[in-house]
């Protein structure tokens, strides 16, 4: 098998049936592969009982699946798991299962590193290496539900590692398949992506009309300091990413989630919380304030006093906002974390 066969996982149902009929198979395979890959979430196809020896040889054959394989888990006290995916080419990615009582929710990777730089993020210390394709982005999730039988995958969050709109076609179609009625059928209002703040896609994004939520990591109330900590601000401003989320949630009429590290002496007093809250008042959004988790000694999270005055001065100025609850603190938590400790 080579690498110019296609991921299996990464076909929706019709470009499934066209690669299957062209080989000579019957059209009506397609939906039960369709539906072994997706619904079922097989990791094999020896799992997949009508599908007939020959076909299942031949898949084999010419065809990459599975996507990924697990190769660590660490599960943390308050039930949040931690995977670690290998895939074709020896690259290792994270995926973070986090189950509510309500719902279970699945944070994806959506490329093998990220080129973005952020200064406080593990990811970002290792540069891109390569990019997720839309087969290997679902089979995190489709891996989870495999492995996970206390219910279904409720919602799924592109906030692991990677920057999602810097991977573009990918994203798209992955959200596409993983909200296909066939498949694992997830509501796209369960579904968000979340940036650093490139511009050009936000605005792409929004004539997309899929009714995701759309999250944006700020992190700062200023230039200056968005600068030093996210070097995309260099290329695009906040006078030029707030009012492209603005519109975002103008069009989409969908409300728009800021996040927000906290990182102690650095943008966590009354006073930047007062210029968050003058700078994002027009726009219909939700604030989520995430402690910074800390990847190295130069960022550590304020007191749970200081946290909760900076969400008091937000929701005082009328901003709906939130403190993240940290889950998983146990058991390298934030993304990217894992995957370094493994690779040393
Ligand atoms: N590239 C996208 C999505 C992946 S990162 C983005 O940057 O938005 C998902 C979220 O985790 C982002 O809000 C990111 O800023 C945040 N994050 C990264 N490292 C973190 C850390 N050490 N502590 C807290 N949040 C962190
Ligand atoms: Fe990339 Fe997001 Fe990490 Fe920044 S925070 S380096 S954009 S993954």
Known sequence: MSSNEPH???????????????????????QQVFHWIHRRAICEFREAGNLPGSLRAWLQEHAIFPSLYERRRQTSQD???????????????????????HRTTVCVSTQVGCAMGCTFCATGQMGLHRQLNPAEIISQVLHVQHSHTAGPVTHVVFMGMGEPLANYAAAIKALQLLHDPQGLNISYRRMTVSTCGL???????AGEGLPITLAVSLHAPDDQRRSAIMPINRRYPLAELLPACASYAEDTSRRLTFEYALVKGFNDTKNDARLLAERIRDIHCHVNLIPVNSVHDTYQAPTAGDIDRFLSILVDRGIQASVRRERGADIDGACGQLRQREEG
Do not use: C, N, S
């Not at 299996?8 to 397609?30: D, I, V, Y």
């Not at 039930?79 to 009582?101: C, Q």
């Open 8 to 30: 299996l996982a990464g076909f929706f149902q019709l470009e499934l049936r066209q690669w299957l009929t062209k080989a000579g198979w019957p059209a009506f395979r397609a």
């Open 79 to 101: 039930g949040t798991v931690k995977y670690l995916f290998g895939l074709g080419d020896g690259e290792t990615i994270e995926a973070v299962m986090i189950p509510d009582e």
């Open 199 to 205: 511009v050009p896609e936000i605005r792409q994004l």
